[in-house]
């Protein structure tokens, strides 16, 4: 038997059809580096960040949510020209964070899909700068006009993107 308050309200898990979540890890990772070779404009996209959210928002369990995002991170500095553990550690908190919050509130409306992807850009820019700053002694900038830039992009991408990947969603 289910007990429920009167206020409570049901937040549904959603699962994914084997191989969906490493399969669009794969693809966000080879388009994060593929893409900004031929496309200057996608290098303000952070593919891996937003699949990370998208996952982490779904599944709404925090561990399964800092696991992706360490996998996915750790996945990315190998790829990339950044020591390896930069993007592993701002991923690991934002996907631990965005469960969190996923397993808390109903985050299906696409307006409040695009504010969270938003200020999950900045958690992760932050935690991305202070951890380099702090262990690496790298000047790394904080607020600029290309982060916001690039927030504002990845925010909007993901009234496209998140829809499609709801289409990957086992049936409930």
């Known amino acids: 038997m289910e007990v429920r308050l009167a206020n409570e309200q049901h937040i549904e898990v959603y699962k994914f059809h084997a191989g969906v979540v490493t399969g669009s890890v ?3 990772l080879l388009l994060e580096t593929f893409l900004p070779v031929h496309l200057g404009w996608a290098e ?20 399964a949510g800092l696991l992706l995002g360490m996998a996915i991170g750790v996945a990315q500095d190998s790829l990339s ?3 390896i553990g930069l ?3 701002s991923k690991t908190i934002v996907g631990f ?18 504010l969270l992807t938003f200020l999950f850009f900045h958690l992760h820019n932050a ?7 702090l262990l690496l002694a790298r000047p790394e900038p904080y607020l600029e006009t290309r982060v916001f830039i690039a927030s504002v992009a ?3 991408l ?3 993107l998140f829809p499609l990947l709801d289409r990957l969603r086992k049936p409930s």
């Open 81 to 83: 020209h950044t020591p």
């Open 44 to 63: 303000l996209i952070d593919l891996p960040l937003l699949v990370t959210i998208y996952f982490a928002l779904s599944r709404r369990n925090p561990s």
């Open 26 to 28: 794969i693809l966000a």
């Open 87 to 89: 993007y592993g550690i």
């Open 127 to 133: 935690v991305f700068v202070f951890i380099s700053r």
């Open 97 to 114: 964070v965005a469960s969190s919050i996923g397993a808390r509130l109903d985050v299906e409306h696409p307006l409040a899909r695009c």
């Open 158 to 160: 993901t009234i496209a």
């Open 154 to 156: 990845s925010a909007l």
